[in-house]
């Protein structure tokens, strides 16, 4: 009996015919040439948003948290919801950089520096929240295990610290890895700037690359590093998160899944967010064989898995609520489902379990027009899971006596719509004069960087691209 096996070539991560000059010019055109009408727009639109987040916080300094729609019992409302939305976001330039760089992923290289840039611009939003959220900004201070006149010390047995902690972690090592795997990209545009300023500016930031030996050496040694270190803070961050409310006794907060529940989530909403931002980019600025349909497809794929493990999530948490036999517990949940708060609850479960099934059609996974739909469907479905958890719970606890209806006032809303301001002025700030993608990551990746790419004859280029049928010989 024989068989055939047919070998079909894995796709090309780079699309069309470029060479790695191509490569360099398409992406380094961007910061290097004269600014375009339409970013000073988007730039004037950003910095509006900005000032109303600037002048959101400076009133909440001077009249006190009683602008917001704070009560008794929902204390933490929207500003702990943002804080948690924020940092779920940030989750994805950390995975897509280090995990998928350890795991040798090399569809990453066309996404790592856009998702590593808003990880570190979501996290700059989501720090504000715990910030303001304490009343006497002036004396956030204290968080911190430094002396103080009040002689008042931190107290290490409470998550709200660790929050501390964990996000300033996170913050500092994103930044040194996005920067680590910046310098050789700050060193080509060096080498292309034209003007002076251009060149003084990129060429300090290059920190001296020459592109020898000895740089790259070391360059792969700190990124490796780098992507160890930054590895478990993937999974710690939004773990210390989830902790801020599982380790309370709280109903529909007290449990032992909200840590994998959160990290699943914040994954799922972070590559939602790297969709919606790369799918605007990448027809923008003309890299669509950069960030091509195979690779928004592949960023499907991921989006589907972690949707289909928050719709566990929430299955388990229902499943936990009844075989617990606890009555708080139970009540909780059907108030989730029945409540005054259930349009919060179906709409997350619409957004986040129903709309994630699209991706089981291949056809969806490669249409730019329904990913960008889905992404934005799924966050705003994880934005209403925050939500159900901080103010439903709160607002429902032990007591029928005590519940209250939480509504935000319009500062709970023109301090989250200010956030965005910050976020897209950073964003905005960095696609003008920073390389979006990694140029040297992506010729990586191009056969042109296998030194078996060429021959005299080219018979070996041939070779990849047409299917080798196998017959294989097998005896009954």
């Known amino acids: 009996m024989s068989t055939d096996y047919q070998y079909v070539p894995e796709p090309k991560l780079v699309k069309g015919d470029h060479n790695f000059g191509d490569i360099t010019d398409l992406i380094a055109k961007t910061p290097l040439s004269p600014t375009p009408k339409l970013w000073y727009l988007a730039f004037g639109l950003a910095n509006i948003l900005l000032l109303v987040l600037l002048g959101a916080i400076g009133y909440l300094i001077w009249e006190g948290t009683g602008i917001w729609g704070l009560n008794n019992p929902a204390g933490w409302g929207w500003a702990i919801i943002n804080f948690v939305w924020w940092v779920g976001i940030g989750h994805a ?198 960030m091509n349909i195979d690779i928004m497809e592949k960023m499907n794929l991921v989006l589907l898995l972690t949707g289909n493990l928050v719709g566990f999530a929430y299955l388990t948490e229902g499943f936990v609520a009844w075989y617990s036999g606890y009555i708080y517990e139970q009540g909780i949940f059907w108030l989730y489902v029945v409540g005054p708060y259930a349009w919060g609850f179906w709409t997350l479960m619409f957004c986040n379990v129903v709309t994630p099934q699209f991706l089981w059609i291949k056809s969806i996974r490669r249409n730019v027009v329904a990913t960008f739909i889905i992404s934005i469907i799924v966050n705003i479905g994880m934005w209403f899971e925050r939500f159900m958890i901080s103010v439903a719970s709160l607002a429902t606890d032990f007591m029928p006596s005590a519940w209250d209806y939480y509504s935000p006032t319009i500062w709970d809303i023109l301090t989250y719509i200010g956030t965005f301001g910050l976020f897209f002025t950073f964003f905005l700030l960095f696609l003008r004069f920073l390389p979006m993608v990694a140029i040297a990551e992506v010729k990586g990746v191009m056969p042109q960087a296998d030194p078996h790419n060429y021959d005299e004859n080219n018979e070996f280029e041939e070779a990849k691209t047409e299917p080798v049928v196998v017959q294989q010989e097998q005896t009954v």
Not at 172 to 182: A, C, I, M, P, R
Not at 264 to 286: D, E, N, P, W
């Open 93 to 290: 330039g950390t995975l897509i950089s280090a995990i998928l760089f350890l795991f040798r992923q090399g569809w990453r290289t066309a996404i790592n520096r856009f998702a590593e840039a808003m990880t570190i611009f979501a996290v700059m939003c989501a720090g504000i929240f715990p910030a303001i959220h304490v009343g006497r900004i002036w004396v956030i201070y204290w968080v911190f295990p430094i002396p103080n006149q009040m002689a008042a010390w931190p107290n290490f047995s409470s998550p709200l610290l660790w929050d501390v902690f964990a996000v300033s972690t996170y913050f500092t090592v994103s930044l040194l890895f996005w920067y680590v795997g910046l310098i050789p990209d700050f060193a080509t545009l060096r080498d292309k700037a034209k003007s002076k300023v251009a060149k003084i500016s990129y060429g300090i930031a290059a920190l001296g690359w020459t592109g020898s030996f000895r740089n790259w050496w070391n360059y792969e040694k700190a990124y490796m590093i780098l992507a160890g270190l930054a590895t478990p803070l993937v999974l710690s961050v939004h773990t210390i998160v989830s902790f801020d409310f599982a380790v309370s006794v709280i109903p529909g907060w007290h449990s032992t899944i909200f840590p994998p529940y959160f990290v699943a989530g914040a994954i799922f909403s972070g590559f939602a967010m790297v969709l919606t931002l790369m799918l605007i980019a990448r027809k923008i600025y003309g890299l669509e064989d950069i």
